[in-house]
């Protein structure tokens, strides 16, 4: 276990839906790291947080937002959703506010199904 | 400059043998190079990672080498055993992201 928790496990959904994904980092780290991981594309950078704001974006969709909170949990939302956007989301998160040298302790993921 | 390249991507030994997985990538700023361990339906977890100012790193089986002239790193596995089985990822860290390679799934046979 590493400390970081996501919720929903399991997710099933129809095209066009919107849905919110969240993350609560370990105790104690300030970054939070958003992937997608599909079954052709392997782990996919979305975008990290460090201390409630935005520190660096990857290959995030527009349809695709992210946020932190106060309490350092992270919610990522994903709207109109297509069939491409099933997939294994994982949110990870490190102490530092960059990512060189610390190690990103992943959470379990969430599998979002769009039907 | 965040392409990241690994091959194989499916990689099969014996029990007892080594395997060895590269990486590439193109961005010459890149100073960190983790390597994630992914089993069957659990989530990725760091098993080893290397600087650039540091050409080879070694824990127990397992070691990283890193040639920033030529751009590319290795994770090699000695005496292989049927536990190491999994996906494994190598990424590149430049500044605050990090992006990974495809993976490679690493059947070692009993």
């Known amino acids: 276990d590493s400390g970081v928790t996501q919720t929903p496990k399991h997710l099933i959904t129809a095209t066009g839906q919107r849905v919110t994904l969240r993350c609560s980092p370990r105790?104690?780290?300030?970054?939070v790291y958003w992937y997608q991981q599909s079954l052709d594309q392997g782990l996919q950078f979305l975008i990290q947080?460090?201390?409630?704001?935005?520190?660096a974006k990857g290959n995030i969709l527009e349809r695709f937002s992210a946020q932190q909170f106060p309490d350092l949990h992270s919610e990522l939302n994903l709207s109109s959703l297509e069939l491409g956007d099933s997939a294994l989301y994982f949110c990870?998160?490190?102490?530092?506010?960059?990512?060189?040298?610390?190690?990103?302790?992943f959470g379990p993921g969430t599998r979002l199904t769009v039907l | 400059g965040e392409n990241v390249e690994q091959h194989p991507s499916t990689l099969s030994v014996q029990e007892g043998d080594s395997a060895v997985i590269k990486c590439t990538y193109s961005?010459?700023?890149?100073?960190?190079f983790p390597w994630y361990k992914q089993e069957l339906g659990k989530r990725p977890q760091l098993i080893i990672d290397?600087?650039?100012?540091?050409g080879e790193k070694k824990d127990q089986r397992i070691a990283v080498t890193l040639n920033k002239t030529a751009k590319h790193f290795s994770l090699h596995i000695t005496e292989t055993q049927p536990e190491d089985s999994a996906v494994y990822f190598c990424?590149?860290?430049?500044?605050?992201?990090?992006?990974f390679g495809t993976g490679t799934s690493l059947t070692v046979i009993p």
């Open positions: 990424a590149q860290g430049t500044g605050n992201q990090f992006y």
């Open positions: 990870a998160s490190s102490f530092s506010r960059t990512s060189l040298y610390n190690e990103q302790f």
């Open positions: 290397i600087r650039s100012n540091v």
């Open positions: 961005d010459s700023a890149s100073n960190y």
């Open positions: 947080y460090y201390n409630g704001e935005e520190r």
């Open positions: 105790s104690g780290d300030l970054s």
